[in-house]
C-alpha cells in the first residue's frame, strides 16, 4: 500500500499555471482536438472558404485559413485569454446558443499547450494584426499585412507537457484523426468549400455542393451521390434530414451511420439505432446501412455544455427524435424502390401471371401455415390462359424454388419469401385472442426498467402479449397468441428487454421473430401449387424483401445463361 504524506492532503488553491495546464489538457489532448476547435470558429465566423494545413500529422503544425469575419486589434489582444467568447454574455445564453464553439476555452487551451500565432483582419481593406502567444505567456502583438479573414497558426504542440507529448501516436495516425474531424465538419456545411494539405500536398479539396455530393466526396470509401438519397421528418421544436444510400450499399460496420445535431457530429447511440431501425427489412442481419442523419433543434430543447469538447448531447425530447429519424428513414425508402428485382416487379404483377406444374405433376410436400396460405378451395387455378406464364420447375438445393418466365429464369428463396408473407399478415391483423400460459415466463428488470415496461403493457397485450407485475422489478409473461406461442422463452424475455429503449420498433422485431418460426424452412418439400401461391404473394409485395432485409428472389436473364455456355441467342 502506498503511503501518502500527510501534508499532501491539505486542500491548496492551484497556481494559476497548473490550472490553466490541467483546463488545457481537457479541450486539447491530440493535434485532431486542434483541426476541430479552429474550425468551429472559422465556420462561426462566417467562411465560405476554409484551408487546413498540417505538419506531422499536426503534431508540428496546425494551421487554418478562413475567409470569414475576421477580428481587429482589440479583438486579438482577448480572444486568446481564458474565457473569452463573443458568443454568450450571460448564463440564460447557454440555453439559446446556436454557435459551435461558445465556451471561450479553445485558444486559450491552445496558447498553453503550444505556440499559437493569429493574423486577423476585420474586412477588406482594413488593417491586419498579429498576435503570438507561447506557453500561455504574450510574446507580442503588431500590425501586419493581411486580407479579410483569419489564420491562425498552432505549432510545437505539448512542448512543455512532456507526459502529454510521449503518448500522441506516429504522424500518419494523428493525420487520418485530423482528417476525420476534417470530413465531419465538411459533411455537416456543405456550403463551405474546404481544402486539407498535408505536408504541404493537397489531400482534399471539397468545393460547395448539394449533401449527396459533399458526403460522397468528402466520405469516399466507394459512396456514390447516385445512390444517396434524401428525406425529412419534422416534430415539435426540431426537424431531421437523413441522406441515406440504398441498401445495396451496405456495410459490415456502422462507421457510415453518422448523426450531426445543429451541425455538430455526436455519438448519439440511440439516433444510430433509430437510422438501423428504418432499414429494417431493408438490410440483412449482419450488415449496416449508410445513413447521415441531421437534426436541427431549438438550442433550447438540448444541452452540449456537458463535455469540454462538447463531444456528448443531452435532449429533453430524445424518443420524439428517435421517431422522426425512423420516419425520415421511411419516407427515403417508401419513395424509392431499391431492389434490382423491381423491373420484374413491375412487370410480373400478380393479374398477370399463369402456372403450369412440371410434367410429371409431381408433390413434394403440403402447404404449411394455415391461415397465411389460401385453403384448397381458394387456390387460384394453376391453368389460367391469359397472362405472363410462370412455369414451376421444381425445387433446388432444398430452399429455392425455380420458375421460368417467358425470357428469365427466377429463383424464389422459400423460407424469406414465406416470412415476409407471415410478417405482413401479422402486421395487419386486428388484436389477437390470447392464451394464457400454465407456467408464466419470469422477466427480472432494474427498478428503471420495470418503470419502462409498466409504461408499456397495453402496447404488449395490443399484438398479443400480456404482462403481468409482481414487483417494481420482476414481471410475468402470462398470456400469449397462437403466433407468438411458437418463440422460444428467452426470444419472448429479450423481446420485452429489448423495447426499452426503442420507439415502436420492437412490435416490429416481435413480428419478425414469429414469422421466422412460421414459416416454410430450408430443407421442406414444396408442392407445385404451394410454389405457384408463393411466387403470387411474393409478386404482391411493396418489399421485395424478407423483414430482415435478405432479398426475397434472384433472376437470371435468358441472355445471361446464353453467354455463360458462349451460345448466340
Given at each position: 500500500m502506498i503511503e501518502v504524506p500527510s501534508s499532501s492532503r491539505r486542500i491548496k488553491i492551484l497556481r494559476d499555471e497548473v490550472s490553466r495546464k490541467i483546463a488545457a489538457g481537457e479541450v486539447i489532448d491530440r493535434p485532431f482536438s486542434i483541426v476541430r476547435e479552429l474550425l468551429d470558429n472559422a465556420i462561426d465566423a462566417g467562411a465560405s472558404a476554409i484551408d487546413v494545413h498540417l505538419e506531422a500529422g499536426g503534431i508540428w503544425r496546425v494551421r487554418v485559413v478562413d475567409d470569414g469575419c475576421g477580428m481587429d486589434r482589440e479583438d486579438l489582444e482577448l480572444c486568446w485569454q481564458p474565457h473569452a467568447t463573443s458568443k454568450i454574455v450571460s448564463a440564460d445564453d447557454l440555453l439559446t446558443v446556436t454557435s459551435l464553439g461558445f465556451r471561450g476555452e479553445a485558444l486559450s487551451s491552445m496558447a498553453v499547450a503550444a505556440r499559437l500565432e493569429i493574423v486577423s483582419a476585420a474586412g477588406e481593406g482594413s488593417a491586419a494584426s498579429r498576435v503570438i502567444?507561447?506557453?500561455?505567456?504574450?510574446?507580442?502583438?503588431?500590425?501586419?499585412?493581411?486580407?479579410?479573414?483569419?489564420?491562425?497558426?498552432?505549432?510545437?504542440?505539448?512542448?512543455?507537457?512532456?507526459?502529454?507529448?510521449?503518448?500522441?501516436?506516429?504522424?500518419s495516425a494523428e493525420s487520418a484523426l485530423c482528417r476525420t474531424a476534417f470530413t465531419d465538419k465538411a459533411v455537416a456545411h456543405s456550403g463551405i468549400a474546404f481544402r486539407l494539405f498535408g505536408d504541404g500536398a493537397l489531400k482534399s479539396f471539397l468545393?460547395?455542393?448539394?449533401?449527396?455530393?459533399?458526403?460522397?466526396?468528402?466520405?469516399?470509401?466507394?459512396?456514390?451521390?447516385?445512390?444517396?438519397?434524401?428525406?425529412?421528418?419534422?416534430?415539435?421544436?426540431?426537424?431531421?434530414?437523413?441522406?441515406?444510400?440504398d441498401p445495396e450499399t451496405r456495410r459490415r460496420d456502422r462507421r457510415l451511420i453518422q448523426i450531426f445535431v445543429n451541425r455538430r457530429r455526436v455519438p448519439e447511440f440511440s439516433l444510430i439505432q433509430a437510422a438501423e431501425f428504418g432499414f429494417a427489412g431493408f438490410v440483412p442481419g449482419g450488415w449496416y446501412p449508410v445513413a447521415f442523419v441531421f437534426v436541427e433543434i431549438d438550442p433550447s430543447l438540448v444541452d452540449f455544455n456537458i463535455h469540454p469538447a462538447k463531444k456528448e448531447v443531452r435532449f429533453r425530447s430524445l424518443p420524439e427524435v428517435h421517431s422522426a429519424v425512423v420516419r425520415a428513414v421511411r419516407s427515403i425508402l417508401g419513395g424509392r424502390v431499391f431492389s434490382p428485382a423491381s423491373a420484374a416487379r413491375a412487370e410480373l404483377s400478380p393479374p398477370g401471371l399463369s402456372f403450369t406444374m412440371p410434367p410429371d405433376g409431381s408433390s413434394g410436400g403440403k402447404p404449411r401455415a394455415p391461415g397465411i396460405m389460401p385453403t384448397p378451395a381458394e387456390r387460384p387455378s394453376l391453368a389460367v390462359p391469359e397472362g405472363m406464364p410462370a412455369r414451376f420447375l421444381g425445387q433446388v438445393f432444398n430452399v429455392f424454388l425455380v420458375f421460368e418466365l417467358e425470357d428469365r429464369l427466377l429463383f424464389l428463396d422459400q423460407h424469406a419469401a414465406h416470412e415476409r408473407l407471415i410478417f405482413e399478415k401479422l402486421s395487419r391483423s386486428g388484436p389477437p385472442s390470447l392464451q394464457e400460459l400454465l407456467i408464466p415466463l419470469v422477466i427480472d428488470v432494474s427498478e428503471h426498467e420495470g418503470a419502462k415496461i409498466a409504461g408499456r403493457m397495453d402496447g404488449f397485450a395490443e399484438i398479443g402479449v400480456r404482462i403481468g407485475q409482481k414487483t417494481p422489478c420482476t414481471f410475468e409473461i402470462t398470456s400469449l397468441s397462437a403466433d407468438f406461442s411458437i418463440l422460444p422463452e428467452g426470444d419472448l424475455i429479450e423481446a420485452v428487454k429489448g423495447s426499452l429503449d426503442a420507439g415502436e420498433e420492437w412490435k416490429r422485431d416481435l413480428r419478425a421473430r414469429a414469422a421466422c418460426r412460421l414459416a416454410i424452412k430450408e430443407g421442406d418439400p414444396v408442392d407445385p401449387v404451394t410454389a405457384s401461391e408463393l411466387l403470387r404473394g411474393a409478386f404482391g409485395l411493396e418489399s421485395p424483401r424478407c423483414p430482415h432485409g435478405r432479398p426475397i428472389w434472384h433472376e437470371l436473364p435468358k441472355s445471361e445463361l446464353y453467354a455463360l455456355v458462349d451460345r448466340v441467342l
Open positions: 502567444v507561447r506557453g500561455g505567456k504574450l510574446l507580442g502583438i503588431e500590425s501586419c499585412q493581411g486580407k479579410r479573414g483569419t489564420a491562425v497558426d498552432v505549432s510545437e504542440l505539448f512542448f512543455d507537457f512532456p507526459a502529454r507529448r510521449k503518448f500522441l501516436k506516429g504522424a468545393p460547395v455542393s448539394g449533401e449527396p455530393e459533399r458526403i460522397a466526396s468528402a466520405v469516399g470509401q466507394g459512396l456514390d451521390a447516385r445512390v444517396l438519397a434524401s428525406g425529412k421528418a419534422e416534430g415539435a421544436g426540431f426537424t431531421v434530414r437523413v441522406v441515406a444510400g
